[in-house]
């Protein structure tokens, strides 16, 4: 009997060996094919990385370029608004500018602009006092009526501004204080008050004197903050009388210092700050920076990767929108449907049955649309 079995039992021995090689390499093929596949996609991955670093890279350095001449404009001129633009250069920070008052709380241009304002000259011969005589000599002028005489006063004051440079502290609240008595009490031209304040002014040696907003701005940090806050508010009186712009002027004479930032060790063109600033070394020791928004470029990098079907467009949300139902608009809308009331529960042995009190139906408005679909044939009366 064993021996008539024995062949069978081979047989099945030999098929369950056939079956488990069978197995085993199916299994090493779905293996090696799963291995494919996700090398494949890993390859894929790093493409797409790398394609996304170097279009994000392109962009960001396209940005600082765009941003040297709004560099350059800052630097030449404090008029110009320098937020969002970082350069450092000459081991300091030039961008955005960083200044501070002088200390304390005394005035002492206010003084020199009152004085000046009130025709008060210096004793002595060096370029302060005889730029304060020159200015006298313009108040005495306007007090004789003399317009003659305003002119050449006037003009002898430009050109000893662009002959001796005295400390701003001192020359500029001088010069404005004459300039207040002027448009008070003379007749000034108006495109020269405009060039006196705003656009400044070239004789012919060439040399140019900026506007008192500009020059007031650039040297801020020669006065405490209350005589740049007073001189400030002259600058703009004077610069609406004469009809000169005073809008960049006001802002940033309200903008704070800016703080430092510390991007001066950047070796290679990098984001830096949280994704907030990209930063670029310069030629020699100088580094170049813009602002940016990180997450809005990334937004626009994968839009532009979906354009081009490197990324699979967004499945849209299957969840159903919450809408309000059809009878939102009506008085019970905001009424909770009633709920289904508890069981009850059994009564004790020998307590009387209360009658069952019947469940409360839903108001009429805001059952389905379909329980009030008027029948075929139905008239009006019967609804």
Known sequence: MRARLLPTVVALGLALAALGV????????????????????????????????????????????????????????PLVGDDGLYLWREGAQALPRRWAYAPGDATPAEAVFRAARAGEGRSGEDPRAERAGLAAEIVAALVAG????????????????????????????????????????????????????HDGLTDRQGTHLDGLQRALLARRDAFTAADFDFLARRVVAQSVV????????????AAAPAAGLPFADVDAPSLVA???????PQEGEARAGVAVALPALLAELTAEMRGRGLLAPTTPSRRRPSSAPPCAASPCA?????????????????????????????????????RWARRPGASASSS
């Open 334 to 370: 905001s009424a909770r449907p009633p709920s289904r009331p508890p069981a009850p529960r059994p009564p004790a042995p020998g307590a009387p049955r209360r009658p069952s009190t019947p469940p409360a139906r839903p108001s009429r408005c805001c059952w389905p649309a379909s």
């Open 22 to 77: 069978g197995l085993w390499s199916l299994q090493r093929i779905f293996g090696r094919e799963r291995a494919d596949a996700e090398a494949a996609v890993e390859a894929r991955r790093l493409l797409l990385e790398q394609y996304a670093l170097t279009s994000l890279a392109g962009t960001l350095a396209g940005r600082l370029e765009a941003s040297a001449g709004d560099r350059a404009a800052a630097l030449a001129d």
């Open 274 to 280: 949280g994704g907030a600033w990209y930063v670029a």
């Open 242 to 253: 004469a009809g000169a712009p005073t809008d960049a002027f006001e802002a940033r004479a």
């Open 146 to 197: 003399d317009d003659a005489a305003v002119e050449r006063a006037m003009r002898g004051l430009l050109a000893h501004r662009a002959r001796f440079r005295l400390d701003a502290a001192f020359d500029l609240p001088l010069t404005l204080g004459v300039l207040d008595r002027f448009l008070a009490d003379g007749r000034p031209d108006p495109g020269l008050m405009r060039a006196l304040l």
